[in-house]
């Protein structure tokens, strides 16, 4: 409930505005503006700042919206309510058209995407006859309930701002639950995301949709409030000021979206308003001036104006409260063939004339520590990706669990209870650890995305959130668990990546260089977590290059030098090998 008391108090400021006596009538319709600006902010703040991906093409989803109910209410005689769900289905079913081809794309692709369809759009809106060309359609019906219709700004205004509310409540839900953290978790990067179950494509198709109704959602009320539609407001200009709304205010957050709604909106306003006045009318200096202003205004608060008010006020949301008393139950675990849970046959990776991995076999039994070990550029972690799905066999094969492949998805290797952490770090830096850490057990909790939006996971997110908690003290880091992870040591965060994968619950555990960053005191931690869970039924495989931790830990050591395996055995008689010797000092014992 305290966490909703800001959205409660902010929802009776705006019922009362209307009421305050003095309110101008034009400071409503500026209000009005701000709201319907602010819904299609809303899902870029998804999109963008917290999906990581970049679309221009926003305005065209609010003209699906708006000429759906236009052309259904002037040419059909429906009712403006009854076209409110026909105006979302639209959008979203031209969302899931584009958004196929759309977020497969990366890099400067993607934008560019969004930017090619959005020229389309306005177009086609431009140009299709029943859509009115470039006229539009006029005579839109205003929103009623029961006599009282919504002509006039301040009447509308209810029907706009309780949207808002609205919308912001349901994104926030979102964003608190397992689909957000697989939303935030692609931002950087889809490797360590598929590594835990996540599908990167059908959650960035997810967010897409969900961008593009809120869109239509302001489209629709855009058409009831100005009774009219033509193409103009859902070009490539309104794409790029959408935009420009979502960065200002705080791309990766809900209420940057209103608050860089209301400050563009209002700047647009005043500079439309004084510029004519001191320079008397002389050329059209307003997109100037607003594009200078804008770009201050991000030198001066880079990640968006609401993350520098938030740091000013006095008060501070607290942590989340966990029930440690909750307990997700244990994943279903194939079991071992001949004691064996995984066996490397004959692998062999090529990148293009280079070997990186030459005909390499050995296997990981129950119960059982085993580390690969070898110079820099052996192909110790080209050897991981292979039996975790990021690369594919060009020969041989990989068995996790009696199940033979030569290429498969990280996400098919992660439901054969296989779980890693990377040799360079990949966490989120501005999650918590106890959000980059539940990630882990992604695969573990079962909520979608409508029961996220409607807060019907909550019991399945408290028992997600009390194992990452669990896994956090496992390993030592209680006292961090509600720091971001970007704040931690380099060794911290190592270590937060093992919690991440611990909890997962697997039976094979990868780890790629764990101790790389950690003090002597850290190791000794390290290796003695190790041996209770390898006491406790777990097998690991680790690549680590400190041979002290390596020989005290190990069951068995597989040797690799230039991609080929020179050995395998005890950690005594790895130490007195000479071909090993030979390939870490250059020459004979």
Same mark, same amino acid.
């Given at each position: ?13 705006? +019922? ?16 009005? @503006? ?16 917290? *999906? *990581? ?23 059909? &005689? ?10 979302? =289905?639209?959008?979203? #079913? $031209?969302? =899931? ?19 090619? %369809? ?13 859509? &009115?060309?470039?006229? *539009? ?23 706009? %701002? ?67 539609? @033509? ?16 960065? #200002? ?12 709604? +209301? ?90 004339? =280079?070997?990186?991995? @030459? ?10 520590? #085993? ?61 918590? #650890? ?43 880091? +209680? ?57 406790? &039924? ?10 002290? $931790? ?11 030098? $230039? ?9 005594? +008689? ?12 250059? &020459?004979?014992?």
């Amino acid at each position: 409930m305290a966490q909703r008391l800001p959205l409660i108090l902010f929802a009776l400021v705006m +019922a009362a505005i209307p009421f305050i006596p003095t309110m101008p009538p034009f400071w409503i319709v500026l209000l009005d @503006n701000i709201g319907l600006s602010a819904l299609v902010a809303m899902g870029l703040v998804l999109l963008t700042g917290v *999906g *990581g991906l970049t679309s221009f093409g926003q305005a065209a989803f609010c003209g699906f919206g708006a000429y759906t109910t236009a052309v259904l209410t002037t040419a059909y &005689g429906l009712s403006p309510w009854l076209t409110l769900p026909l105006s979302l =289905v639209v959008s979203g #079913v $031209f969302a =899931v058209a584009l958004g196929l081809i759309t977020v497969r794309l990366s890099g400067h692709y993607l934008p560019l995407g969004t930017i090619a %369809w959005g020229l389309g759009l306005f177009y086609l809106f431009s140009k299709l006859e029943f859509l &009115g060309r470039n006229d *539009g359609i006029s005579a839109i019906p205003p929103l009623a309930i029961g006599p009282l219709k919504m002509i006039d700004p301040d009447t509308i205004y209810f029907a706009i %701002w309780t949207a808002v509310i609205l919308c912001a409540l349901l994104t926030m839900n979102l964003l608190d639950s397992r689909t957000g953290r697989a939303i935030r978790a692609l931002r950087r990067g889809h490797v360590a995301a598929e590594a835990f179950g996540i599908q990167p494509p059908r959650t960035k198709l997810l967010v897409f949709i969900y961008a593009a109704v809120l869109a239509g959602l302001s489209g629709w009320l855009y058409a009831h409030f100005q009774r009219a539609v @033509n193409p103009t407001p859902f070009g490539a200009q309104a794409g790029i000021e959408y935009l420009f709304v979502a960065v #200002v205010g705080g791309a990766g957050y809900v209420w940057g979206g209103v608050l860089g709604a +209301a400050i563009v909106v209002v700047l647009k306003e005043v500079l439309q308003d004084y510029l004519p006045v001191l320079f008397h009318g002389e050329g059209q200096l307003e997109t100037i001036v607003f594009g200078m202003m804008l770009v201050a205004l991000l030198q001066l608060a880079p990640n968006g104006v609401w993350p520098w008010l938030v740091r000013l006020l006095p008060f501070k949301p607290g942590p989340k409260a966990i029930d440690p008393s909750l307990v997700l139950p244990p994943r279903r675990k194939p079991a071992a063939i001949d004691d064996s849970l995984l066996i490397v046959d004959h692998a062999r990776k090529e990148f293009g004339g =280079v070997i990186a991995v @030459n005909d390499v076999s050995f296997d990981v039994g129950t119960r059982e520590i #085993v580390a690969l070990i070898g110079p820099n550029g052996a192909g110790k972690s080209t050897t991981f990706n292979l039996i975790t799905g990021m690369l594919s066999l060009s020969a041989g094969t990989i068995s996790v669990s009696g199940k033979v492949f030569k290429s498969a998805k990280p996400q098919d290797i992660t439901k054969l209870g296989v779980s890693r952490t990377f040799q360079h770090v990949k966490l989120v830096a501005d999650m918590t #650890v106890l959000e980059n850490v539940a990630i882990g057990a992604h695969l573990r909790g079962h909520a979608g995305a409508i029961k996220s939006l409607l807060r019907l996971d909550r019991s399945d997110e408290a028992r997600l959130l009390a194992e990452a908690m669990r896994q956090i003290e496992r390993v030592g880091l +209680a006292d961090q668990a509600h720091m971001l992870a970007g704040n931690l040591s380099l060794g911290q965060q190592r270590i937060v990546e093992i919690a991440r994968a611990l909890c997962a619950d697997p039976a094979l555990l990868l780890l790629d260089e764990p101790a790389a960053g950690l003090r002597h005191m850290e190791k000794q931690q390290l290796a003695s977590l190790l041996r209770s869970l390898r006491d406790g &039924g777990m097998s690991v495989l680790l690549v680590e290059h400190d041979m002290g $931790f390596v020989m005290g830990l190990a069951d068995r050591v597989v040797v690799l030098d $230039f991609g080929t395996r020179i050995a395998e055995g005890r950690p005594d +008689a790895i130490k007195a090998n000479p071909d090993v010797i030979r390939a870490y000092l250059g &020459g004979a014992p």
